[in-house]
C-alpha cells in the first residue's frame, strides 16, 4: 500500500478525537441521542478545521449498526465503509465541479431512492457556496422537504456566499480556528505514535504557520519530517518552511531607529538572495510587528516570540509606542494586498522598508494643541535633523521637535526701534508724544498702506502676506472696512488671531486707533461680512496645524 499522509492517517474517526470543535459534536450528539436529527446541515468555518471530518463521523452515527455511547462502532460493515468512502448510502459531492443545475436534477431524481443498508442515505455536499444561482433554486424544494430517509450535510468556507433561502432550511454550526495550543498538542500526539523526537518550540513554529488550520499544520509536519533525518530540529524547521527567525526583525527595527539606509537594504538584499519568499517574508514581518503590540500593551504572554526578543523590546533601547508599530503595520498590511499585483516585488520591497526608516514619530494633536515640547512619544528625532547611519541617542536626549513654529509675543509698541531704517518700528515713548495724529481720512491710511504692511511683516509674515489681497475702502462709524479679494475661511480665521496685531501697527503709524471690519468678495457682485470674533478654534497652534495638513475646520 503507497504511503498515507498524516491528515488522513490520523482523521479523526470519533466525536470525542475532533479537536476544538466542543461546541459542534456535543450539540450533533445530544441531537442524535435524543432523536432530533434535523434533515439539512450547514457547516461553516476555515480550511482545515474539521467540516467534512465531522460531516463523515455524522453520516456514520446515523448509519452504525452498533451505535452506542454517543459514537459511531467503526466496527460494523456500515461503518467501515463510509471510512474507506465506499458507501452506497453516504454520497460525497464536490460542489466545485457540480455546480450546475442540472447535476442537481440528477441530485433530485436520486434522493427517491431509499439506502441500500442503512437508515439514511446521506449526502455531504463540500464547498457549495461554489454552486450556481440556478442550482441553488432547483435545490430549496428538496432541501425543504426531502424524503424521510434523506439527509443533506453541507460544508463550506464563505458562508456569505449561500443564500438566505438555503441557510434558513438549515441548521448552520460555525467551525472555529483552532487555537496554536491546540494544534501543538495534536502534533505531539502525531510525533508520539510515529516514534519522531523533536526540538522544543519547533511545534510551536510550524503550528503557527498552518494559522490554524489543522490539516495544513500536518501537511507542513509531513514535508518537515520528510528533510529530517531522526529529529525535528528548529533550524530545520525554519529551513524547510522559509520562516525568518525574530533576531533577524529585530536587527531591521535597529535599522529603523538609526535611520540606516544601507543597513536596511543590505537586509533585504541577503534575505532576498538566502532564497526566502517575499510573501512569507511579509507575512513573518506582520506577525512579529503583531507581537511588538502586545508586548507593548504588557500581554507578552500572547505570542509566539522567543525570550530574548521580548525582553528587547520591554527595555529602553526599543523606543517605538504603539501608535508607531500600528503606522508600521499599517504600510506592510496594503504592501501584502498589493503584492499579488507586482511586477518586481524586490524593489517595491526595499522602497518600502526605505519608508519605514524615514517614518517620523507619532505626536497626538492634544500634545501640539497645549504646546507640550518636551519629548514624543517616540523618542527618535526628526530624520532630516539627523546624518543616516548615526547611532540611536539615549532616550532622555532625544526630544521631538514641534510641528508647529513658536508664536512670539509681539513687542511692546513703546518699545524703541532697533533699526532706524525701518520705517515700520515703533518710535522711543518721548518721540510717540511729540507726533501730531493723521487726518482720520480713508486716502491717509490708503496712502500709508504700504508701511503699514511692512511694519506687520515684520511681526508677522504670514498676516501681511493675506492682508496683501485686500484694499482698504472706507472709514464707517469708527469701523476701517478691509476688502479682501476672494478670500477662504482659514485666511480670514488667520486675520481674526492678528487683529490686534493691525490696530497696534496702524495706531503706531497713523497716531490714532480703529476697530477692523473685513469684507470678503466669495462671489462677483456678492460680499459677505465676517465681523472678528475670537474662538478657541483660533488658537495658534490649531491654525498651524490646519495649515501643514491642509485641513479644514467643520462647523
Same mark, same amino acid.
Given at each position: 500500500?503507497?504511503?498515507?499522509?498524516?491528515?488522513?492517517?490520523? #482523521?479523526?474517526?470519533?466525536?470525542?478525537?475532533?479537536?476544538?470543535?466542543?461546541?459542534?459534536?456535543?450539540?450533533?450528539?445530544?441531537?442524535?441521542?435524543?432523536?432530533?436529527?434535523?434533515?439539512?446541515?450547514?457547516?461553516?468555518?476555515?480550511?482545515? /478545521?474539521?467540516?467534512?471530518?465531522?460531516? =463523515?463521523?455524522?453520516?456514520?452515527?446515523?448509519?452504525?449498526?452498533?451505535?452506542?455511547?454517543?459514537? @459511531?462502532?467503526?466496527?460494523?460493515?456500515?461503518?467501515?465503509?463510509?471510512?474507506?468512502?465506499?458507501?452506497?448510502?453516504?454520497?460525497?459531492?464536490?460542489?466545485? %465541479?457540480? =455546480?450546475?443545475?442540472?447535476?442537481?436534477?440528477?441530485?433530485?431524481?436520486? /434522493?427517491?431512492?431509499?439506502?441500500?443498508?442503512?437508515?439514511? #442515505?446521506?449526502?455531504?455536499?463540500?464547498?457549495?457556496?461554489?454552486? $450556481?444561482?440556478?442550482?441553488?433554486?432547483?435545490?430549496?424544494?428538496?432541501?425543504?422537504?426531502?424524503?424521510?430517509?434523506?439527509?443533506?450535510?453541507?460544508?463550506?468556507?464563505? @458562508?456569505?456566499?449561500?443564500?438566505?433561502?438555503?441557510?434558513?432550511?438549515?441548521?448552520?454550526?460555525?467551525?472555529?480556528?483552532?487555537?496554536?495550543?491546540?494544534?501543538?498538542?495534536?502534533?505531539?500526539? /502525531?510525533?508520539?505514535?510515529?516514534?519522531? !523526537?523533536?526540538?522544543?518550540?519547533?511545534?510551536?513554529?510550524?503550528?503557527?504557520?498552518?494559522?490554524?488550520?489543522? =490539516?495544513? %499544520?500536518? %501537511?507542513?509536519?509531513?514535508?518537515?519530517?520528510?528533510?529530517?533525518?531522526?529529529?525535528?530540529?528548529?533550524?530545520?524547521?525554519?529551513?524547510?518552511?522559509?520562516? /525568518?527567525?525574530?533576531?533577524?526583525?529585530?536587527?531591521?527595527? &535597529?535599522?529603523?531607529?538609526?535611520?540606516?539606509?544601507?543597513?536596511?537594504?543590505?537586509?533585504?538584499?541577503?534575505?532576498?538572495?538566502?532564497?526566502?519568499?517575499?510573501?512569507?517574508?511579509?507575512?513573518?514581518?506582520?506577525?512579529?510587528?503583531?507581537?511588538?503590540?502586545?508586548?507593548?500593551?504588557?500581554?507578552?504572554?500572547?505570542?509566539?516570540?522567543?525570550?530574548?526578543?521580548?525582553?528587547?523590546?520591554?527595555?529602553?533601547?526599543?523606543?517605538?509606542?504603539?501608535?508607531?508599530?500600528?503606522?508600521?503595520?499599517?504600510?506592510?498590511?496594503?504592501?501584502?494586498?498589493?503584492?499579488?499585483?507586482?511586477?518586481?516585488?524586490?524593489?517595491?520591497?526595499?522602497?518600502?522598508?526605505?519608508?519605514?526608516?524615514?517614518?517620523?514619530?507619532?505626536?497626538?494633536?492634544?500634545? *501640539?494643541?497645549?504646546?507640550?515640547?518636551?519629548?514624543?512619544?517616540?523618542?527618535?528625532?526628526?530624520?532630516?535633523?539627523?546624518?543616516? !547611519?548615526?547611532?540611536?541617542?539615549?532616550?532622555?536626549?532625544?526630544?521631538?521637535? @514641534?510641528?508647529?513654529?513658536?508664536?512670539?509675543?509681539?513687542?511692546?509698541?513703546?518699545?524703541?526701534?532697533?533699526?532706524?531704517? %525701518?520705517?515700520?518700528?515703533?518710535?522711543?515713548?518721548?518721540?510717540?508724544?511729540?507726533?501730531?495724529?493723521?487726518?482720520?481720512?480713508?486716502?491717509?491710511?490708503?496712502?500709508?498702506? @504700504?508701511?503699514?504692511?511692512?511694519?506687520?511683516?515684520?511681526?508677522? *509674515?504670514?498676516?501681511?502676506?493675506?492682508?496683501?489681497?485686500?484694499?482698504?475702502?472706507?472709514?464707517?462709524? !469708527? &469701523?476701517?472696512?478691509?476688502?479682501?479679494?476672494? $478670500?477662504?475661511?482659514?485666511?480670514?480665521?488667520?486675520?481674526?488671531?492678528?487683529?490686534?496685531?493691525?490696530?497696534?501697527?496702524?495706531?503706531?503709524?497713523?497716531?490714532? $486707533?480703529?476697530?477692523?471690519?473685513?469684507?470678503?468678495?466669495?462671489?462677483?457682485?456678492?460680499?459677505? =461680512?465676517?465681523?472678528?470674533? $475670537?474662538?478657541?478654534?483660533?488658537?495658534?497652534?490649531?491654525?498651524?496645524?490646519?495649515?501643514?495638513?491642509?485641513?479644514?475646520?467643520?462647523?
Amino acid at each position: 500500500m503507497s504511503y498515507q499522509v498524516l491528515s488522513r492517517k490520523y #482523521r479523526p474517526q470519533c466525536f470525542e478525537d475532533v479537536t476544538g470543535q466542543k461546541h459542534v459534536t456535543h450539540t450533533l450528539q445530544n441531537a442524535i441521542r435524543i432523536n432530533r436529527v434535523a434533515h439539512g446541515y450547514l457547516f461553516t468555518g476555515p480550511r482545515g /478545521v474539521g467540516k467534512t471530518t465531522v460531516a =463523515r463521523i455524522l453520516a456514520k452515527s446515523l448509519n452504525c449498526v452498533d451505535y452506542r455511547e454517543n459514537n @459511531p462502532c467503526n466496527a460494523c460493515i456500515n461503518c467501515q465503509e463510509i471510512t474507506e468512502g465506499r458507501s452506497l448510502d453516504v454520497l460525497e459531492i464536490d460542489g466545485a %465541479s457540480n =455546480r450546475g443545475i442540472n447535476d442537481i436534477r440528477e441530485l433530485r431524481e436520486v /434522493v427517491k431512492y431509499p439506502p441500500t443498508s442503512g437508515r439514511f #442515505r446521506i449526502y455531504i455536499i463540500d464547498e457549495v457556496h461554489m454552486l $450556481t444561482r440556478e442550482a441553488f433554486n432547483a435545490l430549496l424544494k428538496t432541501l425543504e422537504e426531502p424524503p424521510s430517509h434523506v439527509i443533506f450535510i453541507m460544508a463550506t468556507t464563505d @458562508p456569505h456566499k449561500i443564500p438566505q433561502t438555503i441557510l434558513s432550511r438549515t441548521q448552520r454550526f460555525d467551525f472555529n480556528r483552532l487555537t496554536l495550543h491546540e494544534i501543538c498538542n495534536h502534533l505531539q500526539s /502525531v510525533l508520539g505514535l510515529e516514534d519522531i !523526537g523533536f526540538e522544543e518550540n519547533t511545534l510551536d513554529v510550524i503550528a503557527q504557520k498552518g494559522d490554524g488550520s489543522m =490539516r495544513d %499544520s500536518l %501537511s507542513l509536519l509531513d514535508q518537515v519530517i520528510a528533510y529530517s533525518d531522526d529529529r525535528i530540529t528548529i533550524s530545520t524547521v525554519r529551513n524547510v518552511l522559509g520562516i /525568518v527567525p525574530d533576531t533577524f526583525f529585530c536587527e531591521l527595527m &535597529n535599522h529603523f531607529l538609526n535611520s540606516d539606509d544601507g543597513g536596511v537594504l543590505q537586509a533585504v538584499n541577503t534575505l532576498v538572495e538566502s532564497g526566502t519568499a517575499i510573501g512569507d517574508f511579509i507575512k513573518g514581518f506582520n506577525s512579529f510587528l503583531r507581537g511588538c503590540l502586545l508586548v507593548l500593551a504588557g500581554k507578552s504572554q500572547l505570542t509566539n516570540l522567543n525570550p530574548h526578543t521580548v525582553e528587547w523590546l520591554e527595555s529602553d533601547q526599543f523606543a517605538y509606542t504603539s501608535r508607531d508599530i500600528l503606522r508600521m503595520m499599517e504600510l506592510v498590511l496594503q504592501f501584502e494586498a498589493r503584492m499579488r499585483f507586482m511586477e518586481q516585488p524586490h524593489i517595491a520591497l526595499e522602497a518600502l522598508f526605505l519608508k519605514l526608516v524615514a517614518l517620523d514619530s507619532s505626536v497626538l494633536i492634544s500634545q *501640539l494643541l497645549s504646546g507640550q515640547h518636551g519629548p514624543a512619544p517616540m523618542t527618535k528625532k526628526i530624520k532630516s535633523a539627523r546624518p543616516t !547611519g548615526s547611532k540611536v541617542e539615549a532616550p532622555s536626549a532625544r526630544i521631538a521637535k @514641534p510641528i508647529a513654529p513658536e508664536i512670539q509675543t509681539p513687542e511692546p509698541i513703546s518699545q524703541p526701534a532697533e533699526s532706524a531704517e %525701518s520705517p515700520a518700528q515703533a518710535p522711543a515713548p518721548d518721540q510717540t508724544q511729540k507726533k501730531e495724529p493723521a487726518s482720520m481720512t480713508i486716502e491717509s491710511i490708503t496712502e500709508n498702506w @504700504p508701511r503699514i504692511l511692512e511694519a506687520i511683516a515684520d511681526k508677522n *509674515l504670514k498676516t501681511a502676506h493675506y492682508l496683501e489681497n485686500g484694499q482698504p475702502t472706507r472709514i464707517e462709524k !469708527g &469701523n476701517l472696512v478691509l476688502t479682501l479679494q476672494a $478670500t477662504n475661511g482659514f485666511e480670514l480665521r488667520t486675520l481674526e488671531k492678528d487683529v490686534q496685531l493691525i490696530k497696534e501697527v496702524i495706531q503706531t503709524i497713523m497716531g490714532f $486707533t480703529l476697530n477692523l471690519l473685513f469684507v470678503s468678495n466669495v462671489t462677483p457682485g456678492k460680499k459677505v =461680512r465676517q465681523k472678528i470674533q $475670537t474662538t478657541d478654534l483660533d488658537h495658534p497652534l490649531t491654525v498651524d496645524v490646519i495649515e501643514l495638513f491642509n485641513g479644514e475646520i467643520l462647523r
